[in-house]
T-cell receptor, first 115, second 115 residues
Framework: NAGVTQTPKFRILKIGQSMTLQCAQD?????MYWYRQDPGMGLKLIYY???????DKGEVPNGYNVSRSTTEDFPLRLELAAPSQTSVYFC??????????????FGPGTRLLVL | AQKITQTQPGMFVQEKEAVTLDCTYD???????LFWYKQPSSGEMIFLIY??????QNATEGRYSLNFQKARKSANLVISASQLGDSAMYFC????????????FGKGTRLSVIA
């Protein structure tokens, strides 16, 4: 069972370039999330999705876009990379059960450096 | 205002000793859930323990226990019999409401276990 997978593991972008961070899960989870973690900080929610075709903004959505065409995949798009987007990006998923105690399962992260 | 506050940027503990990592939270919702995650140097986020606001007893999971003081809005993580492998970042997180809503994370505490 692969769980939550993310690609790439590491990427260097030039300012103004675009890229897509890939996230996939094989646990048939309805809920998926994208977080960013800046150095010395906790995780901040960028976008999340409660099911295919449904996405919602989190705390820090500016500069990012997402889509959810399948249950398994939840890609994060950066259109015009900026140095402020240098961070580690985590994808997570959770079951469909609408309960407080449902934990989130995290991918290994993608380290992005924008120069 | 910060929803989750972790006031200890770094902590040291001797191997085999117990250590308490502090977490205070801010919410006006009577229903909420509190989570602790561990992030080793490899970067992945590992779920450790959960406490619900209506739970009568403090949560325990092996060497991890949660000192939940509702009136003080604190949910401190206690690690007993520390091991070298416990050296990591530890994040407290909260979910408000009654369902599977996104988590809000604190800034984390770096724990170093000394032999």
């Amino acid at each position: 069972n692969a769980g939550v997978t993310q690609t790439p593991k590491f990427r260097i972008l030039k300012i103004g370039q675009s890229m897509t961070l890939q996230c996939a899960q094989d646990m048939n989870h309805n809920y998926m999330y994208w977080y960013r973690q800046d150095p010395g900080m906790g995780l901040k929610l960028i976008y999340y999705s409660v099911g295919a075709g449904i996405t919602d903004k989190g705390e820090v959505p500016n500069g990012y876009n997402v889509s959810r065409s399948t249950t398994e995949d939840f890609p994060l798009r950066l259109e015009l990379a900026a140095p402020s987007q240098t961070s580690v990006y985590f994808c997570a998923s959770s079951t469909h059960r609408d309960r407080l105690q449902e934990t989130q399962y995290f991918g290994p992260g993608t380290r992005l450096l924008v120069l | 205002a910060q929803k989750i506050t972790q006031t200890q940027p770094g902590m040291f503990v001797q191997e085999k000793e117990a250590v308490t990592l502090d977490c205070t939270y801010d919410t006006s919702d009577p229903s909420y859930g509190l989570f602790w995650y561990k992030q080793p140097s490899s970067g992945e986020m590992i779920f450790l323990i959960y406490q619900g606001s209506y739970d009568q007893q403090n949560a325990t999971e092996g060497r991890y226990s949660l000192n939940f003081q509702k009136a003080r809005k604190s949910a401190n993580l206690v690690i007993s019999a520390s091991q070298l492998g416990d050296s990591a970042m530890y994040f407290c997180a909260m979910r408000e409401g009654t369902g599977n809503t996104p988590l809000v994370f604190g800034k984390g505490t770096r724990l170093s276990v000394i032999a």
